[in-house]
């Protein structure tokens, strides 16, 4: 009785330390699928914003220009593709610099099924589709944002990846008002020059608050015109002419 009892113990410890061996090899033969799972994908927008000395460099740029109104396709120093844009309205500009790919995603058929945002300090910003193909190409009517057709937008969403250099330029940008909650490139401009002529402007990020529209209304004080605190034609116009006079150039 007592050698089947001790038989039986020792076939239920066997079975025991079979089963504990075939979880152990289930687990390491798991963990090595996932670790290639991982590694198997493309880059991150992360990874796509490092530099080429700390890991993979992307070689694309995208060139917009709200004078001729287009977007070039730049890949391997060339120019690959042309597409037709419209940008920001008067009272509602684009962003006017360089800037990255940092968002792409599918915003619904109201902006073309795709989107590609750039990285702006004072907002979000980025390249979509519209509703209102016939502004594209001929004028600029957005909120801000680059539009382009369903189509093209839908192509370039293919083919451009996270970290593409986004240049946008508007050399002959309509003149607006600019006062206490406006964003934008202008805003920027107007804090630069604030701060070369020794004010402090609060910041440069394009954003006007109330501590840009002191200091605005400080240097109409000491120009002698009236402080009304907004950045109209003539407080610009005195602004880049007292830069001038140091000897310093605008901000483009």
Avoid at 67 to 81: M, P, Q, S
Avoid at 165 to 187: A, C, E, Q, Y
């Amino acid at each position: 009785m007592l050698k089947v009892i001790s038989l039986k113990k020792l076939l239920l410890c066997m079975g025991c330390l079979l089963g504990a061996a075939l979880l152990l090899w289930g687990a390491v033969f798991g963990l090595q699928n996932v670790h290639h799972t991982f590694f198997a994908r493309d880059f991150t927008p992360e990874e796509a914003e490092m530099s080429s000395t700390e890991g993979p460099k992307v070689d694309w740029h995208l060139k917009v220009d709200l004078d001729a109104h287009t977007l070039e396709v730049w890949h391997g120093g060339e120019c690959i593709k042309t597409y037709p844009v419209s940008g920001g309205a008067r009272e509602s500009p684009s962003p006017i610099g360089t800037f990255k790919v940092v968002d792409k995603g599918n915003w619904g058929e109201g902006f073309g099924g795709a989107w590609l945002g750039i990285n702006v300090p004072w907002g979000k910003y980025g390249i979509h589709g519209t509703v209102e193909p016939w502004f594209v190409g001929k004028s600029n009517a957005s909120h801000g944002c680059i539009r382009m057709k369903n189509q093209d937008v839908r192509e370039l969403y293919k083919i451009v990846p996270y970290g593409a250099w986004v240049t946008i330029k508007h050399d002959n940008p309509p003149f607006r008002l600019m006062r206490n909650g406006d964003v934008g490139s202008d805003v920027q401009k107007v804090q630069l020059m604030l701060e070369d002529l020794g004010y402090q402007p609060g910041g440069t990020d394009g954003r006007f608050g109330s501590y840009l529209e002191r200091t605005v209304r400080q240097f109409q004080k000491d120009q002698q015109i009236y402080a009304s605190g907004k950045v109209d034609e003539e407080t610009y116009a005195r602004l880049k002419s007292c830069v001038d006079a140091i000897g310093r150039e605008a901000p483009e």
